[in-house]
């Protein structure tokens, strides 16, 4: 079945502690992304991929970092520097054919203890 | 840098009245523009897209249509039903994948 497998669905963090979130894919698509999303705004891009070992910072990246060793695997982690990480995170990618349409997964919802 | 400028909501309306939600958007060059559509607890799902002026793209009923002149691409609906309830999402892209959202715009469908 293929798709963007994005785990957990709900992670909570504690206090000075980091969390990785993971997003699989098995599209054999080249790009990847990582969104946030706070209640009552737009998505924000916090890092994208394009290709395997090359990771750009987006708009928010502060706090967060990422590798992207395999084509299909974009993990994020939320480091203890990110003050404020509670939000709903979302994983998308996109296939060089497809006229910059976006798959995303179901998403990570990320609490704080 | 891009931006997009989406109608607050959110938007409550009877089933089989018209939907209209605005989208403006600035951008250097001439991105392709997109609706997705996020239902509850869920990731985001393509809706339509224009990728060039005077484009509609048309999907369950919904269409947009990218004006360049206005720099616009409001989405509409003829007849919403209670099934369209969702949070609807204007954005827009260029080349290189990195996709700018609006702030999202919740709508309610009551029966």
């Known amino acids: 079945d293929g798709g963007i497998t994005q785990s957990p669905k709900y992670l909570f963090r504690k206090e000075g502690q980091n969390v990785t979130l993971s997003c699989e894919q098995n599209?054999?698509?080249?790009?990847m992304y990582w969104y946030r999303q706070d209640p009552g705004q737009g998505l924000r891009l916090i890092y994208y991929?394009?290709?395997?070992?090359?990771?750009q910072k987006g708009d928010i990246a502060e706090g967060y970092s990422v590798s992207r060793e395999k084509k299909e695997s974009f993990p994020l982690t939320v480091t203890s520097a990110q003050k404020n990480p509670t939000a709903f995170y979302l994983c998308?990618?996109?296939?060089?054919?497809?006229?910059?349409?976006?798959?995303f997964g179901s998403g990570t919802q990320l609490s704080v203890l | 840098g891009d931006s997009v400028t989406q109608m607050e909501g959110p938007v409550t309306l009877s089933e089989e009245a018209f939907l209209t939600i605005n989208c403006t958007y600035t951008?250097?060059?001439?991105?392709?523009l997109f609706w997705y559509v996020q239902y509850p607890g869920e990731g985001l799902q393509l809706l339509l897209k224009?990728?060039?002026?005077?484009d509609k793209g048309s999907n369950k009923g919904f269409e947009a249509t990218y004006r360049k002149e206005t720099t616009s691409f409001h989405l509409e609906k003829g007849s919403v039903q209670v099934s369209d309830s969702a949070v609807y999402f204007c954005?827009?892209?260029?080349?290189?994948?990195?996709?700018?959202f609006g702030q999202g715009t919740i709508l309610t469908v009551h029966p």
């Open positions: 224009a990728t060039k002026a005077d």
């Open positions: 951008a250097t060059g001439y991105p392709s």
């Open positions: 954005a827009g892209g260029t080349s290189y994948g990195k996709l700018t």
């Open positions: 991929s394009q290709i395997v070992n090359d990771f």
């Open positions: 599209l054999n698509h080249d790009a």
């Open positions: 998308a990618t996109r296939g060089a054919a497809t006229n910059e349409k976006l798959f």
